[in-house]
């Protein structure tokens, strides 16, 4: 259990990642393919191994080709079968050809972790319309398009009776806001809405849509927050602790594995508690709500 930002981030290699211990059975996945978004760094690279961990094919995409590559040829040389398919999620006609390449590929899909996402720190009073719609194009239009086409993908290719396909979308913890990312709280406080909206649509169909909500999360992502949000991010929670990459995945294949059987339209927050006591400035703590003295 990491207790500080850099064992956290010692945490985060793709060597620690594939050593770590997890509550998961080695062949939980035998047979079943995954996708994961984002899969080049972060969660998206942990979850992706993780499911590579446990039998799992595995396609991961994400705009940089370069760190997709790196994370694919660390599983092949561990025995894993892993593609990458350069995939920028804004573009619908990209994630088309990508669901293209996993049927050409494999022939079937069983779980989606639905996690590319990303923002930038600003006061939500100076955004500029621009930046905005760049951070809901990314948060909500780009997650839409993975999860509706997931969907499409299972309405042509039928579930057999009794089998569940799983959507996991990555969001943010949005109960109480989060000062700083105003955008990506209202892009995610969408798909969260859209979740539970198809998870009635598409249970038909077979599908479970859930959420998975980090907290403060140690990953190659915090590097856009400035020093003053940094030095407090240890108040985020009650743990005063980041969580690590591997603790979001395991609650991604928590939901995406028969343990989520029974769960559809759900957000599973995994914060260290921070939806109950903590303060996350990510543009750093006003003057306003300093401390006399
Ligand atoms: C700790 C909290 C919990 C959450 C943690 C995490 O999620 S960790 C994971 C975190 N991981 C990530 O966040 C990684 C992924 N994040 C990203 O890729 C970007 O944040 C993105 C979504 C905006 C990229 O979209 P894109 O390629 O379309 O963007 P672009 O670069 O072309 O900019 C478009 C417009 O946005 C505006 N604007 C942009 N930056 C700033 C700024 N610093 N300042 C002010 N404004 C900014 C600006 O208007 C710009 O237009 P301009 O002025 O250039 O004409
Ligand atoms: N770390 C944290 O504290 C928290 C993270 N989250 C969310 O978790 C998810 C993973 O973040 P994390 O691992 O921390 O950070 P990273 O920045 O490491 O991961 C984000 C990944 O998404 C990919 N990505 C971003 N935009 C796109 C796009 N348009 N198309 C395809 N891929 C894209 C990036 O790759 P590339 O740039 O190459 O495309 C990158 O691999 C994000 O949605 C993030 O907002 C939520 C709460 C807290």
């Known amino acids: 259990m990491s207790t500080t930002p850099e064992q956290a981030e010692q945490q985060n290699t793709p060597e620690a990642l594939w050593a770590a211990e ?22 998206g690279r942990a979850t992706a191994l993780l499911f590579a961990r446990l039998g799992a094919k595995v396609a991961i995409c994400g705009r940089t080709a370069e760190k997709l590559d790196a994370v694919v040829e660390f599983a092949r040389a561990r025995g894993a079968e892993m593609i990458a398919v350069p995939t920028n999620v804004r573009e619908p006609e990209q994630v088309e050809a990508l669901f293209a390449r996993i ?18 720190p600003q006061q939500a009073i100076d955004y500029a319309p621009k930046g905005w719609a760049a951070v809901i194009n990314n948060n909500l239009n780009g997650s839409w398009y993975m999860m509706q086409r997931a969907a499409q993908y299972w ?20 109960e109480r806001g989060m000062p700083g990312v105003a955008h990506t709280v209202a892009a995610r406080a969408g798909i969260i809405g859209a979740s539970r909206t198809v ?16 907290g403060l999360t140690a990953t190659e992502g ?23 990459a591997m603790e979001i995945a ?25 939806k109950l ?11 306003y709500y300093k401390l006399p003295g």
């Open 22 to 43: 997890t509550v998961y059975r080695p062949d939980l996945f035998a047979g079943k393919v995954a996708l994961v978004s984002g899969g080049g760094s972060g969660i």
């Open 103 to 120: 049927d050409d590929t494999w022939g079937r899909l069983d779980c989606v972790v639905n996690n590319a996402g990303g923002q930038y």
């Open 155 to 174: 309405r042509e290719h039928p579930l057999p009776t009794g089998v569940s396909a799983s959507i996991v979308n990555v969001v943010v913890v949005t």
């Open 199 to 214: 998870a009635v649509e598409w249970a038909p169909l077979g599908i479970r849509v859930n959420c998975v909500a980090p």
């Open 222 to 244: 915090l590097s856009v927050y400035p020093p003053e949000a940094v030095r407090e991010f240890p108040l985020a929670n009650p743990m005063k602790r980041p969580g690590t």
């Open 250 to 274: 395991e609650g991604c294949i928590y939901l995406s594995a028969s343990s989520g059987r029974f769960i559809t339209g759900e957000v599973l927050t995994i914060d260290g508690g921070g």
């Open 277 to 287: 006591w903590g303060e996350l400035w990510t543009a750093g703590r006003p003057e």
